[in-house]
Nanobody
Framework: VQLQASGGGLVQAGGSLRLSCDAS????????VGWFRQAPGKDREFVAA????????LHADSVKGRFTISLDRAKKSVDLQMNSLKPEDTATYYC???????????????????WGQGTQVTVSS
């Protein structure tokens, strides 16, 4: 599977952005798709994940209530709606996909075999 992330940009604190991850290639039905982020000098951090089959989701505590992951099966796209953005949300955001990601391992970046290019999100204070 190939992944293409888009939708990043510059926004003021309290604003919103919507990221999209378009999947192409092999069948996506068995995939788990996740969003991760990495700020300069920090480790890659889990943000949210969704299972293509069934649609179950997981959000990191740091974004719960502000970010929402969703999928559009017709478009083969996984979106990340980000509201109430904070300066600490500033990072490069990556989408990733894996076809053997067990539920308890969704926050582990090593569980994902395919990665899209990053998209930059910058939140000004």
């Amino acid at each position: 599977v190939q992944l293409q992330a888009s939708g990043g940009g510059l926004v003021q604190a309290g604003g919103s952005l919507r990221l999209s991850c378009d999947a192409s290639g092999r069948t996506v039905n068995g995939l788990t798709v996740g969003w991760f982020r990495q700020a300069p000098g920090k480790d890659r951090e889990f943000v949210a994940a969704i299972r293509w089959s069934g649609g179950s989701t997981l959000h990191a505590d740091s974004v719960k209530g502000r970010f929402t992951i969703s999928l559009d099966r017709a478009k083969k796209s996984v979106d990340l709606q980000m509201n109430s953005l904070k300066p600490e949300d500033t990072a490069t955001y990556y989408c990733a996909a894996g076809n053997t990601v067990i539920l308890s391992n969704r926050a582990n970046p090593n569980a994902y075999g395919a990665w899209g290019q990053g998209t930059q999100v910058t939140v000004s204070s």
